[in-house]
């Protein structure tokens, strides 16, 4: 089945800094990889995805590169700020025809943007 | 447009007590997901439906753990007996699920988190 590894486990980055998370997964047949944060003791909340007939997807400050060849995606943040502090997942899945494949998460990457 | 509801927060029980978490899912959500979340660690698929169906329960410890959609909308997930290993947060998710198929976000509740002494 799908593995799913996340690197670093922790990120201390200066308030202005990027920061980047990467992923490797196992599946080549996976096609589908969310990025999630997850402030303390609350839920994870979706904040990119991309799937697998792009490269690159970008929203403001955040962006999320995919190399399919290697088996690797990464979350890049641009002018991090304080509350970009959060633990982000990685996960991903795949379709299964005309329903749902479940996700497989990464252990998660504890970020701290110091101001 | 209400988020997945779960009940309750939070829940303190001794090892071999049984108990049992409630989701509500996003109106119109087809699918719905029960995910074991151990302290510093990523969402570990439990359970899977879809409507009333199960479509994936592979990593669920079924001597233990159960759980049911019974008319394809709530969801109930229960453990008994409850070991110490079981100290986690349980998190609730949904998606739309369209008859197109391709993976869609999934919208997590806050979690229950249990506790076994």
């Known amino acids: 089945g799908e593995n799913v590894e996340q690197h670093p486990s922790t990120l201390s980055v200066q308030e202005g800094d990027s920061a980047v998370i990467k992923c490797t997964y196992s599946?080549?047949?996976?096609?589908?990889f969310p990025w999630y944060k997850q402030e303390l003791g609350k839920r994870p909340q979706l904040i990119i995805d991309i799937r697998s007939n792009v490269g690159e997807k970008k929203d403001q400050r955040i962006a999320v590169t995919l190399n399919k060849t290697a088996k690797h995606f990464s979350l890049h943040i641009t002018e991090t700020q304080p509350e970009d502090s959060a633990v982000y997942f990685c996960?991903?899945?795949?379709?299964?025809?005309?329903?749902?494949?479940?996700?497989?998460f990464g252990k998660g990457t504890k970020l701290s943007v110091k101001p | 447009e209400a988020g997945v509801a779960q009940s309750p927060r939070y829940k303190i029980i001794e090892k071999r007590q049984s108990v049992a978490f409630w989701c509500n899912p996003i109106s119109g959500h087809a699918t719905l997901y029960w995910y074991q979340q151990i302290l510093g660690q990523g969402p570990k698929l439990l359970i899977q439906f879809q409507n009333n169906g199960v479509v994936d329960d592979s990593q669920l410890p079924k001597d233990r753990f159960s759980a049911e959609r019974l008319k394809g909308v709530d969801s109930t997930l229960k453990i008994q007996p409850a070991k110490l290993e079981d100290s986690a947060v349980y998190l609730c998710a949904s998606s739309l699920n369209g008859l197109l198929g391709g993976q869609e976000t999934q919208y997590f509740g806050p979690g229950t988190r249990l506790l076994v002494l």
């Open positions: 599946d080549s047949a996976s096609n589908y």
């Open positions: 996960a991903g899945g795949m379709d299964y025809g005309g329903s749902q494949g479940n996700l497989i």
